[in-house]
């Protein structure tokens, strides 16, 4: 339950006692509120608060995980984040291998937008042409290691370290659903060990759904140009849908990258290139 302890400690660290209400009696030794303060806002013993941050083997309702939540002014994906945390020892889960469905794999190749499917480490199970074209051919096949490990991304996307960010918030949320999956702890210790900037991210203990937004590309073909993104959760557990629109001015580039694709696409990748099984 370290996780848990870690959570509550960095999201008790950026309030400050004037944004809960609280008088600021000047100077502290950390930032931040005191675990008796943080406890008098939830409404419990600061001995149970204490204990629970220190992941001690307790079980507190419904109702005191809410008052937590609201004391430390959660985010609903901060929410759903401490819950997991907190009921991850009630879930015996059964992981399968992650493979995408052929009539998802069917619909990929009919949208003439990039579309990819990422599983629950964020590996890229399945894409389309347009997507490969997109970020390179997807030389690599997780969108973590592609971020922090790919020479090219920082090129590639000119709002790096808000992507840097994103990326990591979303492995966060997947790792607080099933935090004794072997593989995702072996990739958080790969990029830790590899990435500073993963290491400093990964230990904020931020969390991000992913949903929809807009991401802006510096492609080394097409030029600069602007894509919206939806995510759309699939029937399979963990699996994500993810198209790209253009965005208002950048649809010639969009086209442009579709002529591109094409020429790439009967050159060097075929589609069982494109379809990929992650245990």
Aim: glycine share 8%.
């Amino acid at each position: 339950m370290a996780e848990l302890g870690d959570f509550l400690r960095t999201r008790r660290a950026r309030l400050r006692p004037q944004d809960v209400g609280l008088p600021d009696h000047g100077r502290r030794r950390v930032p931040g509120l005191r675990r008796e303060e943080l406890a008098q806002l939830a409404g419990v013993s600061v001995d149970y608060y204490v204990r629970l941050e220190q992941g001690r083997d307790i079980h507190p309702s419904e109702q005191v995980l809410e008052a937590i939540a609201r004391a430390l002014a959660l985010s609903e994906d901060e929410r759903a984040h401490l819950n997991a945390l907190v009921h991850r020892r009630k879930r015996a889960r059964r992981r399968r291998p992650e493979r995408v469905r052929p009539s998802v794999q069917q619909l990929l190749e009919r949208l003439d937008v990039p579309a990819m499917v990422i599983g629950r480490r964020m590996d890229v199970l399945a894409f389309n042409a347009l997507a490969g074209a997109l970020t390179g051919g997807f030389q690599e096949r997780n969108m973590v290691r592609h971020v922090f490990l790919d020479e090219g991304a920082r090129e590639l996307y000119p709002e790096w370290d808000a992507i840097a960010a994103e990326t990591v918030g979303f492995l966060r949320l997947s790792a607080g659903e099933d935090p004794d999956d072997a593989a995702l702890i072996e990739l958080v210790g790969e990029l830790s060990v590899h990435s500073e900037d993963f290491r400093r991210l990964w230990a904020r203990h931020d969390v991000h759904s992913k949903s929809f937004g807009v991401k802006r590309f510096a492609h080394p073909q097409v030029g600069p140009f602007t894509l919206h993104y939806e995510c759309f959760a699939l029937p399979e557990p963990g699996q994500t849908l993810v198209t790209y629109m253009a965005a208002p001015g950048s649809e010639t580039a969009l086209a442009l990258l579709g002529t591109l694709c094409r020429e790439q696409d009967r050159r060097t990748l075929g589609d069982d290139d494109r379809v990929l099984e992650v245990r």
